[in-house]
T-cell receptor
Framework: DAGVIQSPRHEVTEMGQEVTLRCKPI?????LFWYRQTMMRGLELLIY????????DSGMPEDRFSAKMPNASFSTLKIQPSEPRDSAVYFC?????????????FGPGTRLTVT | AQKVTQAQTEISVVEKEDVTLDCVYE???????LFWYKQPPSGELVFLIR??????QNEISGRYSWNFQKSTSSFNFTITASQVVDSAVYFC????????????FGQGTELSVKP
């Protein structure tokens, strides 16, 4: 079975540009999470969705960040305009809440560099 | 507030040594889940184990074992007879039942196993 798929794997962009990160969760999973990993702050949750509905976006740094989940198999995280401090690895994770399983499975991450 | 502390930032051992990674968590909730994830040099996050707050049974999986003690709020991870392939950053994480599954990560312990 395919795991969580993220694209692109690497993104280099200039400050002020719009960046869109994409995620395809594991088929059948009904929860999707976006995390960011930096040296300074470690791994932190940005936003998560249950059944395509955003539940908690308190971790989104500011209005420059937005996330959507138009259907059960696709989500995007957009940064507009991007800034150098947004440079990080962005992970998408998914899980199924059926059957009592609560572990999240992570995608390979997108390494974002903003110059 | 919820918090996960991994006091060991870096550990270095020689192959075949046993090593224990410490994890201490804080929460006032009675229903929660604890996890360990492995992040090898390639960067992906790999799920290792989940434990719920009602199950204090220790678990062994091959060379890996986990010791969960609610009395000390600890969920320690031991690798027996370590191998070079165990070199990675290991993260302990906490998830509260009433918070939809969001993971609160510790800062991670970087394990280096030398031949």
């Amino acid at each position: 079975d395919a795991g969580v798929i993220q694209s692109p794997r690497h993104e280099v962009t200039e400050m002020g540009q719009e960046v869109t990160l994409r995620c395809k969760p594991i088929s059948g999973h009904n929860s999707l999470f976006w995390y960011r990993q930096t040296m300074m702050r470690g791994l932190e949750l940005l936003i998560y969705f249950n059944n395509n509905v955003p539940i908690d976006d308190s971790g989104m740094p500011e209005d420059r960040f937005s996330a959507k989940m138009p259907n059960a198999s696709f989500s995007t995280l957009k940064i507009q305009p991007s800034e150098p401090r947004d440079s990080a690895v962005y992970f998408c994770a998914s899980r199924s809440t059926s059957g009592g399983a609560y572990e999240q499975y992570f995608g390979p991450g997108t390494r974002l560099t903003v110059t | 507030a919820q918090k996960v502390t991994q006091a060991q930032t870096e550990i270095s051992v020689v192959e075949k040594e046993d090593v224990t990674l410490d994890c201490v968590y804080e929460t006032r909730d009675t229903t929660y889940y604890l996890f360990w994830y492995k992040q090898p040099p390639s960067g992906e996050l790999v799920f290792l184990i989940r434990r719920n707050s009602f199950d204090e049974q220790n678990e062994i999986s091959g060379r890996y074992s986990w010791n969960f003690q609610k009395s000390t709020s600890s969920f320690n991870f031991t690798i027996t007879a370590s191998q070079v392939v165990d070199s990675a950053v290991y993260f302990c994480a906490l998830s509260l039942y009433n918070q939809g599954g969001k993971l609160i990560f510790g800062q991670g312990t970087e394990l280096s196993v030398k031949p």
